[in-house]
């Protein structure tokens, strides 16, 4: 019946309202200190809903973070998508997104904190960028364009190198982004097997356009 359809999809956008605004207060803090001692009660106040609204969504504040970093992750992943469309080359799009991660850090500064106020454990989480460069190694692997043998090192190493990069971007913002995170796509292509200069050759190559 429409009456009744109109009602019960007010009440979904209300509550889906409700749970993003939960998730921003999350990613206000997680940005401005990384401190995730707030009071539940903060939070609320913080997104400005009610407090018992908390519970209809999370189960407890580790819960709350980790939508947030994953919400943060998300955005992230998709800017950065918008560039890859079209490169089907699994080296080329490890170096591309490596280098656009770097400029990640004056496009969207909010989410570079998020990052480098979290552990690698929720960088490595099953979402945003981290399943992309999942799908990028065992599409290289199987192809023969990488000879790294196990993938989960990998991933952990090209995890940890972005967040190292991001470390670095957040305490030297003077430091140059784009050669530093030229240079660690180029050691990163040579240590999953493509060759010295083909590594070289990738991580300098013109960034691909946002479609």
Partial sequence: MPMSASPRNRFERRRAETRQALVRAARQLLADSGDTSASIRTIAELADVGFGSFYNHFTSKPDLFDAAVADALEEFARAVDKHLHGVDDPAERLAAGMRLSARMASSHPEIMRILCHSELG?????????????????????????????????????????????????????????????KMAETLLHMLGVSVEEARDLARRPLPVAA
């Fill in 122 to 182: 929720r960088i490595s989480a099953g979402c945003g960028l981290a399943p992309r460069a999942r799908h990028d190694v065992e599409q290289g692997m199987t192809s023969g364009r990488f000879t790294v043998v196990d993938p989960m090192i990998a991933l952990t190493v090209l995890n940890g190198s972005l967040l190292a990069l991001l470390q670095l971007w957040f305490h030297q913002p003077e430091a140059d982004r784009d050669h530093a995170a030229a």
